[in-house]
């Protein structure tokens, strides 16, 4: 094929076992001129002042490449940042889903509301959802809500205050707390 023959645009296959020729260069027929002897000598300060010059460009060139990266990395954390955001207030609301699971299943729900349920959290849990069942625990204001109170029993109430049912299960997103369980506490 000439280049007479080849049309920008048009799609040239060569068949898989066509060796496909090396493309020619010309060959350069101009004279290159010589170039003239630089002068040894700064008498005249002419190559100090280009040395400053180069000196004060590469300084401004990395300054701009630093300030770049520095961009660069600023936008790459605020981009995260709102994809995590977003995924955070998409898992708080769906918790009352949850909690609906929850009620149906603590109120006779059958299989279904079971595999639903389960196949919700399990695909959240992937993600980085954790469910905080504290019963039987120490009771923690971070991870719990006291919303009621029953009187201790006496030698069980030496470790503090202890979560004695859940009323309402709280989450984590990722290892942070993002909703406390709701607890009755004793002691």
Request: aromatic content about 4%.
């Amino acid at each position: 094929m000439s280049n007479a023959d080849f049309q920008p645009g048009a799609a040239q296959a060569a068949p898989d076992d066509a060796e496909v020729p090396e493309p020619s260069v010309p060959e350069l027929t101009a004279e290159v001129e010589p170039v003239p002897d630089l002068p040894l000598s700064d008498e005249g300060g002419e190559l100090t002042e280009i040395a400053r010059q180069r000196d004060a460009y590469l300084d401004a060139l990395r300054r701009v490449q630093a300030e770049f990266d520095n961009y660069r990395k600023r936008v790459d954390r605020q981009y995260r940042d709102t994809v995590e955001l977003a995924a955070t207030s998409l898992v708080k609301k769906l918790l009352p889903v949850l909690d609906t699971a929850d009620l149906a299943l603590a109120h006779g729900g059958g299989e279904d509301v079971k595999q639903l349920a389960a196949a919700l959290f399990d695909t959240l849990a992937k993600e980085g959802l954790e469910r905080i069942d504290p019963e039987g625990q120490p009771f923690d204001p971070e991870h719990h809500e006291a919303v009621a109170h029953e009187p201790g029993t006496g030698e069980a109430d030496e470790g503090g205050p202890q979560v004695s049912e859940v009323l309402r299960a709280g989450y984590r997103w990722k290892g942070r707390a993002l909703r406390p369980a709701m607890v009755t506490v004793r002691g």
